[in-house]
């Protein structure tokens, strides 16, 4: 069974850093890319950021581009979403998810419950 | 960016109705070279994350119920409910993962009557 579990979010002042984590259970990680996608309160649902398996290229919405860095280790099945610099207009629910197959241009068949991130002072 | 829109923002339906949920993409999503429209549809309840139903635009995921189905090519899709379920009431999301960056539609409410 395909289980991913975030786990690193909480309340953060304006300016600061977080590293959500993504663990993977139930598949083979290093064969699929993966994404993060997040939905402020109220509104609909944005994507972040994707990785191929490999973790040799990333790629990110305009929104987070030189503030967010997707990683993975492969080694440890988990995937990371290192936010700096954060912005009231992040606070969201993180979803991570997975990609259906290798390629980064699918769509997302598993997620995560989700978990909330706050920046607020 | 391809921009996604969706109609209508919601609809009420009664049970064992068809409703039907369109999507438009402000650029084409069908990739010529394998004839693939990069294309899905997702379905979010309240308090779960989201639900892949439909990808390539017309295929169904494994374990979806048949009643939902996917049409459509190029810029303009459908999703269709074809008798609505009490356990269809959700927010339904298209999404375009042609070109990066892979956006959503804003989502259609789907409740029952």
């Known amino acids: 069974e395909v289980q991913l579990v975030e786990s690193g979010g909480g309340l953060v002042q304006p300016g600061g850093s977080l590293r959500l984590s993504c663990a993977a259970a139930g598949f083979t990680f290093s064969s699929y890319a993966m994404s993060w996608v997040r939905q402020a309160p109220g509104k609909g649902l944005e994507w972040v950021s994707v990785i191929p398996g490999s973790g040799d290229r990333t790629y990110y919405a305009d929104s987070v581009k030189g503030r967010f860095t997707i990683s993975r280790d492969n080694s440890k099945n988990t995937l990371y979403l290192q936010m700096n610099s954060l912005r009231a207009e992040d606070t969201a629910v993180y979803y991570c998810?997975?990609?259906?197959?290798?390629?980064?241009?699918?769509?997302?068949?598993?997620w995560g419950q989700g978990i909330l991130v706050t920046v607020s002072s | 960016d391809i921009v996604m829109t969706q109609s209508p923002d919601s609809l009420a339906g009664s049970l064992g109705e068809r409703a039907t949920i369109d999507c438009k993409s402000s650029?084409?999503?069908?990739?010529?070279?394998?004839?693939?429209?990069?294309l899905a549809w997702y379905q979010r309840k309240p308090g779960q994350p989201p639900k892949l139903l439909i990808y390539w635009a017309s295929t169904r995921e494994s374990g979806v119920p048949d009643r939902f189905s996917g049409s459509g090519s190029g810029t303009d899709f459908t999703l269709t409910i074809s008798s609505l379920q009490a356990e269809d009431v959700a927010v339904y999301y298209c999404q375009q993962y042609y070109s990066i960056p892979f956006t959503f539609g804003p989502g259609t409410k789907v409740e029952i009557k």
């Open positions: 998810a997975k990609q259906s197959g290798g390629s980064c241009y699918l769509g997302s068949d598993y």
């Open positions: 650029q084409s999503v069908l990739y010529s070279s394998n004839n693939k429209n990069y």
